[in-house]
């Protein structure tokens, strides 16, 4: 529960500690007094968003301090350990807003984000108001609320992660349908165009050999004359046939020479091996360069037939066999859809049955928890004077969806007999003020130690009435604890602890502070209520009567 609150240079707020205590805590005052001021203040602290413009005109920077007890097994105790913080004694929530509009924020003096201040704050307060802006008179909302109230928390889960896997399954049909429907559509093309690519067979680097070939044999006549001209100067009519002779001679003299021919005859016959080692590369390209005319015609055919196919397709001679690999895989989705459109729609049709099932499961455990609820409002209702009005949960088919197949509306009906419809449009001021009480008791029911705030719920009742809602909320509070901003005397009657706030005027600044009201300060400030601003006799016994009742 919320223990106290220390507020610095916030809006028309100097300095102000408070220190809460269990059961009904009161605030009231005047209109304008800064009572709201203070739900801005404790907002802020909880990571809320709110009012963009929060320091105090003059201060550099406004701070709120705020620290609860939290009893064993309390839900916050997760999220601070999920966020590495360890909790002792008490909690501790700081944060500052500066001039500039920079916020930052502690948790027992460990810095964190306004989002884990968030977090953490939807376990520790709930704010109710009569305009309450957390869904109760958007219908949008109210199925969550349900769910809530039902604690479906798992059973969504598993709804939504079917509903996830029923859209990947419906697009991987659709993907396949249109993947099918799109080589169909062109089977034509690509049945001719895989037969005329397997027909020519055309292989990585082989345009290139083509082209090298084509060049050679357009060029032979030319160079082959010329090459034949040196392999007859090679051989024998020529450089071999001299060098021969040459080393004939010579041998015939080397024994008369003593000795000095002997290196001459070396070098020679090292000659010799390389005329023929350069008759025999001659001889070589003369028979590579030896063809028919129509070998011409078959390169020149097959080099023009890849560059053809190439420059159909948009694509390199060398990307031919890669590009038919690639249509041979768009005629095997083709070939083999029948098995494969089988077994996606098989996928679907059981995805689709497990979201069924698990929207069918939610169906029920909402018409239950719908069930159970408005029973729940009927008893909260009667202590609240309106036993005679009908609170009922509406649960209709919608739309599926991840969170199922039901729209849920809550509807009243505030007389017998009376037409019922959305709780926005049919309660009046004051009716909406309790329907929204005895729907926030029921829908907090499990919420150990939550600190409700309840801001000017009373507004728009009076009298008997005011003093059932200030019961109620005496009740709520007697297990836990509840703050209330109000401007019934019913209702502050009935306070367990009760605090006045007073706005102060010193010359141009105004200020806000919250004073704490003993036992004859009550009297005064309930007998006010009743009477005004001239407090008589007669309204202080009237307001004793209320606080002893």
Same mark, same amino acid.
């Given at each position: 529960?919320?223990?106290?609150?220390?507020?610095?240079?916030?809006?028309?707020?100097?300095?102000?500690?408070?220190?809460?205590?269990?059961?009904?805590?009161?605030?009231?005052?005047?209109?304008?007094?800064?009572?709201?001021?203070?739900?801005?203040?404790?907002?802020?602290?909880?990571?809320?968003?709110?009012?963009?413009?929060?320091?105090?005109?003059?201060?550099?920077?406004?701070?709120?301090?705020?620290?609860?007890?939290?009893?064993?097994?309390?839900?916050?105790?997760?999220?601070?350990?999920?966020?590495?913080?360890?909790?002792?004694?008490?909690?501790?929530?700081?944060?500052?807003?500066?001039?500039?509009?920079?916020?930052?924020?502690?948790?027992?003096?460990?810095?964190?984000?306004?989002?884990?201040?968030?977090?953490?704050?939807?376990?520790?307060?709930?704010?109710?108001?009569?305009?309450?802006?957390?869904?109760?008179?958007?219908?949008?909302?109210?199925?969550?609320?349900?769910?809530?109230?039902?604690?479906?928390?798992?059973?969504?889960?598993?709804?939504?992660?079917?509903?996830?896997?029923?859209?990947?399954?419906?697009?991987?049909?659709?993907?396949?349908?249109?993947?099918?429907?799109?080589?169909?559509?062109?089977?034509?093309?690509?049945?001719?165009?895989?037969?005329?690519?397997?027909?020519?067979?055309?292989?990585?680097?082989?345009?290139?050999?083509?082209?090298?070939?084509?060049?050679?044999?357009? +060029? #032979? &006549?030319?160079?082959?004359?010329?090459?034949? /001209? *040196?392999?007859?100067? =090679?051989?024998?009519?020529? @450089?071999?046939? $001299?060098?021969?002779?040459?080393?004939?001679?010579?041998?015939?003299?080397?024994?008369?020479?003593?000795?000095?021919?002997?290196?001459?005859?070396?070098?020679?016959?090292?000659?010799?091996?390389?005329?023929?080692?350069?008759?025999?590369?001659?001889?070589?390209?003369?028979?590579?360069?030896?063809?028919?005319?129509?070998?011409?015609?078959?390169?020149?055919?097959?080099?023009?037939?890849?560059?053809?196919?190439?420059?159909?397709?948009?694509?390199?001679?060398?990307?031919?066999?890669?590009?038919?690999?690639?249509?041979?895989?768009?005629?095997?989705?083709?070939?083999?859809?029948?098995?494969?459109?089988?077994?996606?729609?098989?996928?679907?049709?059981?995805?689709?049955?497990?979201?069924?099932? +698990? #929207? &069918?499961?939610?169906?029920?455990?909402?018409? /239950? *928890?719908?069930?159970? =609820?408005?029973?729940?409002? @009927?008893?909260? $209702?009667?202590?609240?004077?309106?036993?005679?009005?009908?609170?009922?949960?509406?649960?209709?088919?919608?739309?599926?969806?991840?969170?199922?197949?039901?729209?849920?509306?809550?509807?009243?009906?505030?007389?017998?007999?009376?037409?019922?419809?959305?709780?926005?449009?049919?309660?009046?001021?004051?009716?909406?003020?309790?329907?929204?009480?005895?729907?926030?008791?029921?829908?907090?029911?499990?919420?150990?130690?939550?600190?409700?705030?309840?801001?000017?719920?009373?507004?728009?009742?009076?009298?008997?009435?005011?003093?059932?809602?200030?019961?109620?909320?005496?009740?709520?509070?007697?297990?836990?604890?509840?703050?209330?901003?109000?401007?019934?005397?019913?209702?502050?009657?009935?306070?367990?602890?009760?605090?006045?706030?007073?706005?102060?005027?010193?010359?141009?600044?105004?200020?806000?502070?919250?004073?704490?009201?003993?036992?004859?300060?009550?009297?005064?400030?309930?007998?006010?209520?009743?009477?005004?601003?001239?407090?008589?006799?007669?309204?202080?016994?009237?307001?004793?009567?209320?606080?002893?009742?």
């Amino acid at each position: 529960m919320l223990r106290g609150l220390d507020i610095r240079d916030m809006l028309i707020i100097d300095q102000l500690e408070l220190a809460f205590q269990p059961g009904l805590n009161v605030l009231t005052g005047e209109t304008g007094a800064g009572k709201s001021i203070l739900l801005d203040a404790l907002g802020f602290v909880l990571g809320w968003r709110g009012r963009a413009e929060l320091v105090r005109q003059g201060a550099q920077q406004g701070e709120v301090t705020a620290w609860f007890d939290l009893p064993d097994g309390h839900p916050a105790y997760a999220i601070l350990s999920d966020a590495g913080i360890a909790i002792e004694d008490e909690l501790i929530l700081r944060r500052i807003n500066t001039r500039d509009g920079r916020k930052t924020a502690w948790i027992n003096d460990r810095r964190v984000s306004g989002e884990v201040l968030r977090t953490l704050s939807d376990t520790l307060v709930e704010l109710h108001g009569q305009h309450d802006d957390r869904g109760l008179l958007n219908p949008r909302g109210h199925r969550q609320m349900l769910d809530s109230y039902a604690g479906l928390d798992d059973a969504l889960a598993k709804t939504r992660d079917a509903w996830r896997t029923l859209g990947q399954a419906r697009k991987a049909l659709a993907a396949a349908e249109a993947q099918i429907a799109e080589a169909r559509a062109e089977e034509e093309y690509l049945r001719h165009a895989v037969g005329e690519l397997d027909a020519l067979n055309p292989e990585a680097g082989e345009e290139a050999t083509l082209d090298t070939q084509r060049r050679l044999m357009q +060029a #032979a &006549e030319k160079i082959r004359a010329d090459i034949s /001209k *040196a392999h007859q100067a =090679l051989g024998l009519q020529g @450089a071999e046939g $001299l060098v021969s002779d040459a080393s004939r001679w010579l041998i015939g003299v080397a024994d008369q020479a003593e000795g000095q021919l002997d290196q001459p005859l070396a070098a020679i016959e090292q000659v010799l091996l390389a005329l023929d080692e350069a008759q025999s590369g001659v001889a070589g390209c003369l028979d590579a360069l030896s063809f028919n005319t129509s070998e011409l015609e078959e390169v020149e055919e097959r080099l023009f037939a890849i560059r053809g196919l190439a420059r159909k397709h948009g694509v390199l001679p060398d990307e031919l066999r890669n590009f038919a690999d690639g249509l041979r895989a768009r005629l095997a989705v083709l070939d083999g859809s029948g098995d494969d459109l089988r077994a996606l729609t098989g996928n679907l049709q059981t995805a689709q049955a497990i979201y069924d099932a +698990a #929207a &069918e499961r939610l169906t029920v455990q909402r018409t /239950k *928890a719908a069930k159970t =609820l408005d029973k729940a409002m @009927a008893a909260e $209702l009667a202590p609240l004077k309106m036993e005679r009005a009908v609170f009922a949960t509406d649960i209709a088919a919608a739309d599926p969806g991840p969170e199922g197949c039901d729209a849920v509306a809550f509807t009243v009906a505030t007389n017998p007999g009376a037409p019922s419809g959305p709780i926005n449009k049919i309660a009046s001021g004051g009716e909406l003020s309790r329907f929204l009480l005895a729907l926030k008791v029921c829908l907090t029911q499990a919420s150990d130690g939550l600190t409700m705030i309840f801001d000017e719920i009373d507004r728009g009742v009076g009298g008997a009435t005011a003093d059932a809602v200030g019961r109620r909320l005496a009740e709520l509070a007697a297990g836990g604890q509840v703050l209330v901003v109000t401007h019934s005397p019913q209702v502050a009657a009935l306070g367990s602890h009760h605090w006045r706030v007073e706005k102060q005027q010193d010359r141009d600044v105004t200020t806000s502070t919250v004073v704490p009201l003993d036992s004859t300060a009550r009297v005064d400030e309930i007998a006010r209520m009743l009477s005004g601003d001239s407090v008589t006799d007669a309204a202080r016994a009237a307001a004793k009567a209320l606080i002893q009742t």
